[in-house]
């Protein structure tokens, strides 16, 4: 059954992704959430196999499209299927939303308000991206004509104009997860679209936490065991393999950026391989990742 929300409610003109693997029944309230915003939000079920029927129909009673994938393709797959079903119904523009995400119930309104405030002052928005994630400021890169710009967003509670997907097209499928957000805003950036910032907040987190432990030993500060904020160990195989592939394709124009980003990762690696369990598991999915990458690898990699 659709809920019961007045048309005059919907922002007609926007259309919500959201990409589900193997969800939890928090699928069903972000689906919730986002309909009392839109009148058009499409699941992709990234092909988590079988036993999640009831929360895919769930979502379709309150309300979404539900398009459901054979196999496990990746997120950026699962996104650029959902986002050619959504277009169908002839949106202005395209929010991405994880499974797990709630957004605020001026959300999308405020991320609209700032595209079309920068459209008036003439900067066109390739992405909209809100200016705080969990009550931090996100990355920033100046302003043009008054209009704030940001620097590398994160996919979800990001809004994509469709005259943006019209020119650079879809995601890069070939990442299958991790920096296909990052891979994005450069094309867009090289293609003359900034990323504008909103004035909004989502709250998103990354990756978990465990104890910090060396040698079976917890690592403590201020009587308080630290914690470190890891990813499944064999994320860390994309995490290299598409730093290597996104750097070598935008290497050349952007060096500062692709080079900062892999010392980043390379010292976060350090890091928990110093302070957290599963230190071989993560350094051998680091390592093919690596290997693949330089060898131009793309797709599916075999650690997923």
């Known amino acids: 059954m659709q809920p019961d929300i007045e048309p005059p409610m919907l922002l007609t003109k926007v259309a919500a992704v959201v990409t589900a693997f193997r969800p939890t029944s928090q699928l069903i309230e972000s689906v919730s959430s986002l309909r009392r915003q839109l009148a058009t939000v499409v699941v992709v079920d990234d092909g988590g196999g079988p036993g999640f029927d009831q929360i895919f129909d769930a979502a379709a009673d309150a309300g979404a499209m539900v398009l459901r994938l054979e196999k496990n393709s990746g997120i950026a797959s699962a996104l650029n299927a959902g986002i050619d079903l959504a277009r169908t119904k002839a949106v202005d523009y395209i929010i991405t939303v994880d499974q797990d995400s709630l957004l605020s119930t001026d959300y999308v309104r405020r991320l609209v308000d700032a595209a079309d405030s920068a459209a008036a002052a003439g900067v066109t928005p390739g992405l ?23 620097r590398e967003p994160i996919q979800s509670g990001l809004l994509i104009p469709v005259s943006t997907l019209d020119k650079i097209g879809n995601f890069w499928d070939g990442l299958f997860i991790d920096l296909v957000d990052t891979e994005y805003y450069f094309r867009a950036l090289d293609a003359g679209l900034p990323t504008v910032l909103a004035d909004a907040e989502f709250d998103h987190s990354l990756g978990s936490f465990v104890d910090a432990n060396i040698w079976g030993s917890n690592i403590r500060y201020q009587n308080r065991v630290l914690k470190v904020r890891i990813a499944a160990s064999w994320r860390y195989y994309y995490i290299f393999r598409n730093r290597i592939l996104v750097g070598r394709r935008y290497a050349k124009v952007h060096p500062v950026w692709i080079a900062g980003g892999l010392l980043l990762d ?10 957290a369990p599963g230190r071989s598991a993560r350094l051998s999915s680091a390592l093919r990742g690596l290997v693949d990458g330089v060898r131009g690898r793309s797709g599916k990699g075999h650690s997923s």
Do not use: D, E, M, Y
């Open 128 to 150: 909209v991206s809100p200016a705080r994630i969990h009550g931090n400021p996100v990355k920033t890169a100046g302003s043009k004509s008054g209009v704030p710009l940001g």
């Open 266 to 275: 390379l010292r976060h690696l350090l890091f928990v391989t110093v302070l």
